[in-house]
């Protein structure tokens, strides 16, 4: 052995390889922990604004829609302060909001594909048809409007950062790639349980819906992917319903 194969006493080792995520289950449970606070944060302030500008909404959606908006800045905000805080780390590309490696109208097209094999699904187990309170609330074109325009932009993006962006790679990281898309999937479909007249059925489509939105998560790495087809399978379905509508189906 040449003296300069001989290890030095003195080298330092090579830092072990970075947790990926590098979040826990402690930051999980702080992340829960924070959602009810922060809902109830964003409906009082709107309330509150709403007092104060006397703006009295005729209309249900006009409350809802920026309450949801201020509880999930308040949320994701507290979010950014603790991987800033905790890790120095940044927000988005931590949360895996990375450029497209697919054609963006292919993921679009995976999310309308994704809402006819779920159509057919409900076709065969049955499906509820009964008013639910989200259909109530989308019986007005107004909220309609407003309600598609949320759905297809805010919605699907805090949904993806929490349940795919957050979530699912700390379930991957435990369980491996197909339980721990199934494992973020189950929540976000029973976060849908009372918007479908606590309708089971509707919450294994929805978690199965999320199970595809994790799979081109993790196939492609990019939370930026799972949003465009999570507002393309919204897009279609609130397409859907304009047309029923328009043709006075419901």
Known sequence: MTPEEVPSLFEVPPPPPEREPFWGYSDLLVFVGLSIPSLLLGLGLVKGLFWLFHFHPALKAWELVPEQFAGYAFLFGALCALFRTQYDRPFWRSLGWLPLTLPAAQIALAG????????????????PTADSPLLELLKDRTS????????????????????????????????????????????????HYSEYGNSWKHVL????????????????????????????????QFALLFAAKWQGAI
Request: with cysteine; aromatic share 10%; proline share 5%.
């Open 144 to 191: 309609l409007i407003l309600i598609a325009i949320f759905g297809t932009t805010v919605g699907p993006l805090c949904e993806e950062l929490a349940f795919r962006g957050f979530l699912q790679p700390l379930f991957v990281r435990s369980l491996g790639p197909i339980p721990g898309i199934f494992a973020a999937a189950v929540p976000f479909g029973v976060l």
């Open 112 to 127: 309308v594909v994704a809402v006819l094999a779920a159509g057919l699904l409900g076709q065969i187990i049955h499906i």
């Open 205 to 236: 489509l929805i978690s199965l819906a999320g199970a595809a939105f994790g799979w081109m998560r993790h196939i492609t790495g990019s939370t930026k992917a799972s949003t465009l087809m999570h507002a393309s399978y919204n897009a279609f």
